[in-house]
């Protein structure tokens, strides 16, 4: 669930921003360019198949390592680079810190507090490095041994390049079904609202403020302690201060984790995300804009005494667009370490 509600977030941002440079009062050319923290988001790594010691209600994570990401701006297949920006590909360093605290717990409730902080650090675009703070709370209360219900709240806040960028509360309720036989279904809605702030480089960034509200359905399925798989659909409304930037979303998604020899993990994500928006788009000649966006992750992690991690990843995303300058695609290549305690 976790894992669920840090994508929505970072999708609901990703998302719902766009920031249009150069004033075509000037005469000069106005093209688009927006920021996306997906990538970022799969700085996750998924656990061994172990459940934590039952009397143990502090936990602590620690991920860091270095990426490489061939369109840090997202900018479009042949498009020229915004002014200022000597290039679009760069290296990063990233540190994330988890936290997660049980408040309560009996046989039916459980109230839990989590505070996870991430850092990105750029070695030439420093204007792009991420500073995110995320506050979430939960109760969950078991109505049968089959069906749990649970509250959830998450505040989200992020500076770009040392300037606030957004802020975001989303809160809403999950439906857990436990169908047994290691099938289990969760249902969830988020409401989301999130106030972004123009900053030096994005300069329009306050248009984007709005509200998402998603709907979303997840199957876990358990075949044995070795292989765990996820599959999901989700709808969300997303709308902002002006017309096109309000598009309706469908996305479906798919994810795999096999436990293999000698204590390492395989994982494999996959995703398509539709969004059709309102209005006349006016960075495409008044166009209405549609885009499709298909994103991949592979990792492989081997465990070192059950606390300690090294992964290797590859994540891929594609968006295409019926606008050209929202048409871009990107690679991030990553080292990851990660430490428990």
């Known amino acids: 669930m976790k894992f669920f509600l840090y994508i929505l977030i970072a999708?609901?941002?990703?998302?719902?921003?766009?920031?249009?440079?150069?004033?075509?009062?000037?005469?000069?050319?106005?093209?688009?360019?927006?920021?996306?923290?997906?990538?970022?988001?799969?700085?996750?790594?998924?656990?061994?198949?172990?459940?934590?010691?039952?009397?143990?209600?502090?936990?602590?994570?620690?991920?860091?390592?270095?990426?490489?990401?061939?369109?840090?701006?997202?900018?479009a297949g042949g498009a020229r680079l915004p002014a200022g920006v000597p290039k679009q590909e760069d290296w990063r360093w990233v540190f994330n810190l988890n936290t997660n605290y049980s408040l309560y717990k009996d046989s039916r409730t459980e109230a839990t507090v989590a505070y996870t902080f991430f850092q990105s650090f750029h070695k030439?675009?420093?204007?792009?490095?991420?500073?995110?703070?995320?506050?979430?709370?939960s109760i969950l209360y078991r109505i049968s041994p089959v069906v749990s219900v649970k509250a959830n709240y998450m505040f989200h806040h992020m500076l770009l390049g040392g300037d606030l960028y957004d802020y975001a509360n989303v809160v809403g309720p999950s439906v857990i079904v436990a169908e047994g036989k290691g099938f289990f279904t969760v249902f969830d809605y988020r409401y989301a609202t999130a106030r972004l702030k123009n900053v030096s480089i994005f300069r329009r960034n306050a248009e984007m403020s709005g509200s998402d509200n998603l709907y979303g359905i997840t199957q876990n399925i358990y075949v044995g302690n070795s292989v765990f798989l996820r599959f999901g659909y989700s709808h969300d409304r997303n709308k902002g201060q002006e017309e096109y930037w309000n598009y309706t979303g469908d996305k479906v998604f798919a994810w795999a984790t096999l436990r293999l020899p000698m204590s390492s993990l395989f994982d494999i994500y996959g995703e398509h995300y539709r969004r059709d928006y309102d209005g006349a788009n006016p960075f495409g000649g008044g166009e209405k804009r549609d885009d499709k966006s298909y994103t991949f992750a592979v990792t492989v992690t081997k465990y070192f005494k059950e606390k300690y991690g090294l992964s290797l990843r590859l994540f891929y995303m594609r968006n295409q667009s019926t606008v050209a300058a929202f048409d871009y695609s990107r690679v991030v290549p990553s080292v990851l370490v990660d430490m428990r305690f």
């Not at 998924?46 to 990426?67: A, C, H, M, N």
């Not at 030439?124 to 709370?137: G, K, M, V, Y």
């Open 11 to 75: 999708g609901f941002i990703s998302l719902s921003t766009g920031k249009v440079f150069a004033s075509a009062a000037e005469g000069s050319e106005e093209s688009f360019w927006r920021f996306d923290v997906s990538p970022y988001a799969f700085v996750y790594m998924t656990d061994l198949t172990k459940e934590p010691p039952s009397g143990k209600k502090f936990r602590l994570r620690v991920k860091t390592g270095i990426q490489y990401d061939t369109n840090v701006i997202l900018n």
């Open 124 to 137: 030439t675009l420093s204007d792009f490095n991420i500073t995110q703070n995320l506050l979430e709370a």
